[in-house]
């Protein structure tokens, strides 16, 4: 429902991502983390794409996620205000 044409542009970060530091059994790898961005641009949902296999590092990894803010996804056409999620990509 909402009536819109089913486009939506995706939320938008406005921050720079300083992952907590790495343990020494990590490697140094890029890791997505796909988050799910309510209405009010708050993080609902954290996956990480692959985990570390630590997983105590990718628990920090999914708090960090969770303390992120987002200016929400629109509806194109009604600029509605949508869940959606999103990907950023974390050198750690």
């Known amino acids: 429902g909402g ?7 995706p939320p938008e970060a ?13 490697r140094s790898q890029d890791i ?3 988050v799910l ?3 009010r641009g708050e993080v609902r949902d954290v996956e990480l794409i692959p ?3 630590n997983r105590g590092y990718d628990d920090r990894l999914r708090r960090m ?3 992120w803010r987002f200016r929400p996804a629109r509806e194109v056409g009604t600029n ?13």
């Open 3 to 9: 009536g819109g044409d089913g486009r939506v542009a």
């Open 14 to 26: 406005d921050f720079l991502v300083i992952p907590p530091q790495r343990p020494g059994n990590v």
């Open 32 to 34: 997505v983390v796909r």
């Open 37 to 39: 961005v309510d209405t």
């Open 51 to 53: 985990s570390t296999g």
């Open 65 to 67: 996620a969770r303390e």
């Open 80 to 92: 509605r205000a949508v869940e959606a999620r999103t990907d950023v990509t974390v050198t750690i």
